[in-house]
């Protein structure tokens, strides 16, 4: 069973570009989590889709959004990028609930 | 929504049991309790999860006392490659799902 894929593995951009990255989830699994883990910090929660659908965010600025497809794969988009959003991108994703979280090797974004 | 906490670092040396506590006071009903693995520049992994009592795994054992309040991760004769960080988290099914700071954990030979 392929696990959590995400791309690209790193991303190089410069301040004030837009910036997408993409997860697929485990086969079955419907509710998608984005987290930012910036160097040597804990995880941050960005987002959490399930069934398509938004349903919480985190402390981020809304320059940070993101969808999740038919397929249950997702996308987050950050804009107008900052120095400050160099990070570790995480997807993980969950069949449903009171079960475990399953991560992805992440995106490194690198704000120039 | 439970909030954690954990010590922000513990040393151990190969071959012994390190036990690490994470505190939920305000943990609900339905909260299961789950910790994960995380080695530098890679997504965290599952390592054990429960609701109450104590679970064993092949790697780990979880010990939930009856309130529920606290939960104890313990690695067996831990190694050099068990240097990493250990997140305790609590959550029910859907909603934020996030994580504490976390505990570093530093193996020593």
């Known amino acids: 069973e392929a696990g959590v894929t995400q791309s690209p593995t790193h991303l190089i951009k410069t301040r004030g570009q837009q910036a997408t990255l993409r997860c697929s989830p485990i086969s079955g699994h419907t509710s998608v989590y984005w987290y930012q883990q910036a160097l040597g910090l804990g995880l941050q929660f960005l987002l959490w889709y399930d069934e398509g659908e938004e349903r919480n965010r985190g402390n981020f600025p809304p320059r940070f959004s993101g969808r999740q497809f038919p397929n249950y794969s997702s996308e987050l988009n950050v804009n107008a990028l900052e120095l400050e959003d160099s990070a570790l991108y995480l997807c993980?994703?969950?069949?449903?609930?009171?079960?475990?979280?399953?991560f992805g090797s992440g995106t490194q974004l690198s704000v120039l | 929504l439970a909030k954690t906490t954990q010590p922000i670092s513990m040393d151990s040396y190969e071959g012994q049991e390190v036990n690490i506590t994470c505190s939920h006071n305000n943990i609900a009903t339905n909260d299961y309790i789950t910790w994960y693995q995380q080695f530098p520049s890679q997504g965290p992994r599952f390592i054990i999860q429960?609701?109450?009592t104590k679970v064993t795994n092949e790697v780990a054992s979880l010990f939930i006392p009856a309130d529920r309040k606290s939960s104890t991760l313990s690695l067996p004769r831990v190694s050099l490659s068990d240097t990493a960080v250990y997140y305790c988290?609590?959550?029910?099914?859907?909603?934020?799902?996030?994580f504490g700071a976390g505990t570093r954990l530093f193996v020593k030979a």
């Open positions: 429960g609701y109450k």
């Open positions: 993980a994703s969950k069949r449903g609930e009171g079960e475990k979280l399953f």
């Open positions: 988290l609590v959550a029910t099914g859907g909603f934020k799902t996030i």
